[in-house]
């Protein structure tokens, strides 16, 4: 039997959207194994935002979804900390994370830990994005009720 490929994910996932369960299907079609790796709240803070669900819930919702086989929070100072500890043998980055590839695979290797990245394309529902959700929310909040 061959050796099963781990494959790792990351985000904060702070509302789930249609957007992440295609990041997280196509993350799992690489390989055999599906390790998510959730922002932690200060993490999240530093990147983005103050996130809306409290990163323990926001772990709980990711492990609950069928592609993903175990969700883990990340290290709050060392990004590869996690990696180091999983050891996955590819990365999957969705179309619009900001880290460089070729970078990536140079710091695993270095801590002994070689892995392919692979950043997957553009996601369909890009409409539904997080961001864009919290803008629809609050267009509609400061709109008057339709007239009956």
């Not at 998510?36 to 103050?50: G, I, M, N």
């Not at 883990?72 to 880290?99: M, N």
């Not at 959700?133 to 009720?145: C, L, N, W």
Request: glycine content about 4%; proline content about 7%.
């Amino acid at each position: 039997m061959a050796d099963m490929v781990r494959v790792m994910a990351t985000g904060v996932f702070d509302l789930l959207h249609p957007g992440h369960l295609y990041f997280l299907n196509e993350a799992k079609a690489l390989g055999d194994e599906l390790i998510v790796v959730v922002a932690r709240d200060q993490t999240a803070r530093r990147l983005k935002r103050e996130p809306y669900v409290p990163e323990q819930l926001r772990r709980e919702m990711v492990e609950s979804l069928k592609p993903v086989d175990r969700a883990v929070l990340g290290s709050t100072t060392d990004i590869y900390e996690t990696v180091t500890e999983w050891r996955p043998e590819i990365i999957a980055l969705g179309f619009d994370q900001h880290w460089n590839e070729a970078e990536i695979e140079r710091e695993c290797a270095r801590r002994g830990v070689p892995v392919k990245v692979v950043r997957l394309g553009r996601r369909p529902h890009d409409e539904l994005a997080t961001k864009r959700i919290i803008e629809r929310i609050v267009d509609r909040a400061k709109s008057p009720p339709p007239t009956p």
